[in-house]
């Protein structure tokens, strides 16, 4: 099995606190989602994320079969560090770090993504036609939706 690695980094004009309160609100997530992924939060969520919280939804991500998710926020190091895995869902295994550094102008954030698939090479091949192209449109839909709400930090 293949461990898949996606990394993203976006600067955005706002200070880490201001990150911080935006990211670390799981309320916030239906914001920055595409709406084709129909992404449904089913359990109930805190104003802000501690360790150990545990979050259900649901996700259409290919069709109209919705798959059930459920991750832990497994680490918290405010404001610079959170992590959630997946504790049952679409994927194998998925390891997902959201990184904030204050910058000159702003804050850089990075989103660190490691995930493997199942069914072998099955996965493989999904993976190869659609799973890193989907990954990719939900993160692009996200930098996109951050700019709008933030603005771009000028280089």
Not at 33 to 40: G, H, I, K, V
Not at 49 to 57: E, L, N, Q, W
């Amino acid at each position: 099995m293949k461990l898949y690695r996606l990394h993203r980094i976006q600067c955005l004009p706002i200070s880490i606190e201001q990150a911080w309160d935006f990211f670390s609100n799981p309320q916030n997530l239906p914001l920055i989602t595409p709406a084709w992924l129909r992404f449904c939060v089913t359990s109930p969520l805190p104003e802000r994320m501690y360790p150990g919280m545990i979050v259900t939804y649901t996700i259409t991500p290919i069709g109209r079969l919705p798959v059930r998710w459920v991750t832990e926020i497994t680490h918290v190091s405010e404001p610079h560090l959170f992590v959630d895995e997946q504790r049952w869902g679409p994927y194998r295994f998925w390891h997902h770090q959201h990184l904030f550094d204050q910058i000159e102008g702003g804050v850089r954030m990075q989103d660190i993504v490691h995930y493997m698939l199942p069914l072998g090479p099955i996965g493989t091949l999904a993976h190869e036609l659609i799973v890193s192209k989907r990954l990719n449109e939900i993160f692009e839909f996200r930098r996109r939706a951050l700019e709008e709400r933030f603005g771009v930090l000028p280089r």
